[in-house]
């Protein structure tokens, strides 16, 4: 049943983002973009299944909303402190690479935390390695998993643990 309910999802993105990119409805193109997304889906349904994660629940769509809204704010702080470091005459630099925890179980979690580090500025996402994920920070201020935990992760992890699980 898990099957064909991810099947189905994953055919039914495939043929909306069809007609998205065409941006016409006429029969001929429908058609091919349905039997296109049908092949793709009967093909690898069971590799795009991280699609299918998101839980779609009230909740779940609560936090995506403040997930978006904490994403927007922490682009905005790190574009800041990113300028203002650029701009500084002693260029207080300390980079390196930090290793950090994820709680999240789910895959598309995981990626979707990964991206959003990496989308910060100032941080980029080397390796995502189970719970581990080991990221680059421009301005290191702390080496020990916890503390950097706190400061990279845990405030997107705490929306998409909502989101994905």
């Known amino acids: 049943m898990l099957k064909a309910v991810n099947f189905l999802v994953v055919w039914v993105l495939l043929v909306f983002f069809w007609v998205l990119l065409n941006g016409s409805l006429a029969t001929d193109v429908l058609l091919v973009g349905l039997i296109a997304s049908l092949i793709i889906s009967l093909l690898f349904s069971k590799d795009l299944a991280l699609i299918t994660e998101f839980r779609a629940t009230p909740p779940a ?53 990964a991206n959003s580090i990496t989308l910060t500025p100032g ?43």
């Open 61 to 113: 769509f609560g936090a995506a909303l403040r997930y978006f809204l904490y994403f927007l704010k922490e682009l905005v702080k790190s574009n800041i402190r990113l300028a203002s470091i650029v701009l500084s005459p002693a260029l207080p630099l300390n980079p390196g690479i930090v290793k950090t925890r994820t709680r999240l179980k789910s895959r598309m979690g995981r990626l979707m935390l």
């Open 123 to 165: 941080t980029l996402t080397v390796e995502l390695d189970g719970e581990w994920l080991y990221v680059h920070w421009v301005t290191v201020e702390s080496t020990d998993i916890e503390a950097a935990t706190a400061e990279i992760v845990a405030g997107f992890e705490q929306h998409l643990e909502v989101m994905y699980g």
